[in-house]
């Protein structure tokens, strides 16, 4: 288990993204930080319009449902700048967010 941990947060199969929060909380330590990068944000992820991948539509809304199920809270929640973007074709479809595992999340 650890304490802190880094991972992008794209390119999930929609039937089983349920199991991703579940798997983050086993990986961090309570107290523990998860920083991800969300992408891509598409229009149509909220309603399962957009169903084609990988990757596969993301959106805060997703990740949110995902991650404070499981006990996790948002610290902070970006959407990475033009100059910061990963990838040209990237600009405006990223979002950089922290979250920090609640003390009492069990594993």
Known sequence: MTSSMTIPFSARYCRTRGKIGQR?????APGGELVTLIYPLRPGADTGE???GPPFAMSEKIVRGLLEKN?????????????DATA???????ILARWK???GASN
Not at 24 to 28: A, G, N
Not at 72 to 78: D, K, L, N
């Open 101 to 103: 595992l609640a003390a």
């Open 71 to 83: 006990g996790f809270v948002a610290t902070m929640m970006e959407p990475v700048k033009a100059e």
């Open 88 to 94: 040209e074709y990237r600009i405006g479809k990223e």
């Open 50 to 52: 957009d169903t084609d």
């Open 24 to 28: 983050h909380r086993r990986l961090i």
